[in-house]
T-cell receptor, first 114, second 117 residues
Framework: DAEITQSPRHKITETGRQVTLACHQT?????MFWYRQDLGHGLRLIHY???????NKGEVSDGYSVSRSNTEDLPLTLESAASSQTSVYFC?????????????FGPGTRLTVL | AQSVTQLDSHVSVSEGTPVLLRCNYS??????LFWYVQHPNKGLQLLLK??????LVKGINGFEAEFKKSETSFHLTKPSAHMSDAAEYFC???????????????FGTGTQLKVEL
């Protein structure tokens, strides 16, 4: 069965360190997304990609970057981790770009920045 | 701008009784609306979605939702709660186009459903 996986599932790091969160999907979807989930905010969009070598900023992109070198993977990098980036991170993918399209989510990565 | 308000942060029901999770939205366009469920330590799973076809939408696990444009609501219901329904539920609206095309999802803050024996 097609799926979307994230690794690691839990990560503890220190302020100032670079951290990369992995996202891998076997749906063969062109569209991939990164969200963060915080209490009282629901999920907020960080970055997204509509295909290889395409990346776009979401509403909370400061301090994060992504790159898309193939269809299956969209790693999220925190250039210099800050305590404000402690959160649960979700990756998602979708097939189309229409307003009715469904996004499929991974299991999440819980990141703690000390 | 689009927005979603989930009117209850926590809902508690007894097993076998009806479930009602309330959601109101604001949208400048004709929105698509979704309900997702998140079980503990799991990713989000789609329950159902409204896409301007039938206003009463049936989803998985016996859930359904009714789109009421006049009330800007999309409440989630289930006739009889089961212990396995205990989870967090997110109402989501999609109507804004992102740079490059594609839909922007705006999430509500979630409703935690507790099911008691």
């Amino acid at each position: 069965d097609a799926e979307i996986t994230q690794s690691p599932r839990h990560k503890i790091t220190e302020t100032g360190r670079q951290v990369t969160l992995a996202c891998h999907q076997t749906w063969n979807h062109n569209n991939m997304f990164w969200y963060r989930q915080d209490l009282g905010h629901g999920l907020r969009l960080i970055h997204y990609s509509y295909g290889v070598h395409d990346t776009n900023k979401g509403e909370v992109s400061d301090g994060y970057s992504v790159s898309r070198s193939n269809t299956e993977d969209l790693p999220l990098t925190l250039e210099s981790a800050a305590s404000s980036q402690t959160s649960v991170y979700f990756c998602a993918s979708s097939e189309y770009r229409g307003s009715t399209d469904t996004q499929y989510f991974g299991p999440g990565t819980r990141l703690t920045v000390l | 701008a689009q927005s979603v308000t989930q009117l209850d942060s926590h809902v508690s029901v007894s097993e076998g009784t009806p479930v009602l999770l309330r959601c109101n939205y604001s949208s400048s366009y004709s929105p698509s609306l979704f309900w997702y469920v998140q079980h503990p330590n799991k990713g989000l799973q789609l329950l159902l979605k409204y896409t301007s076809a039938a206003t009463l939408v049936k989803g998985i696990n016996g859930f359904e939702a009714e789109f009421k444009k006049s009330e800007t609501s999309f409440h989630l219901t289930k006739p009889s709660a089961h212990m396995s329904d205990a989870a967090e539920y997110f109402c989501v609206v999609s109507d804004r186009i992102l740079t490059g095309g594609g839909n922007k999802l705006t999430f509500g803050t979630g409703t935690q459903l507790k099911v008691e024996l």
